[in-house]
């Protein structure tokens, strides 16, 4: 059974470079796995200049099969990132999952 989990990645000081030569090997690997994506964002700073990251919603059957998943991508194997922090997704309350429970 696949559950949610979150996958925020933080981008290495000066990547950007590396991001943007790697853009079209990351988005044909995204197509390839889009079935499980649920959101996927670059993350930006507050000027929205420059990317400082990633933010993905997948789904998954346990945190080793989300951090392969992420271990998979392009840009993971370009070494962009500074930090990937995968955790699982409990959902309670919001717009997303109906409101609240109380």
């Not at 996958?7 to 796995?33: F, N, Q, Y």
């Not at 700073?45 to 099969?65: K, P, Q, Y």
């Not at 840009?75 to 959902?91: C, F, H, P, R, T």
Request: charged share 25%; aromatic share 8%.
């Amino acid at each position: 059974m696949s559950d949610l989990y979150t996958i925020v990645c933080r981008d290495k000081p000066g990547s950007k470079p590396t991001r943007m030569e790697r853009l079209a090997d990351h988005l044909a690997h995204i197509d390839t796995v889009f079935d499980r994506i649920k959101i996927a964002a670059p993350l930006r700073d507050d000027a929205d200049e420059a990317f400082t990251g990633a933010l993905l919603v997948i789904t998954a059957t346990s945190i080793a099969d989300a951090r392969a998943f992420i271990e998979a991508d392009p840009y993971y194997k370009a070494n962009i990132w500074e930090s990937v922090q995968v955790d699982k997704l409990g959902m309670s309350a919001g717009e997303w999952v109906g409101g609240k429970p109380w």
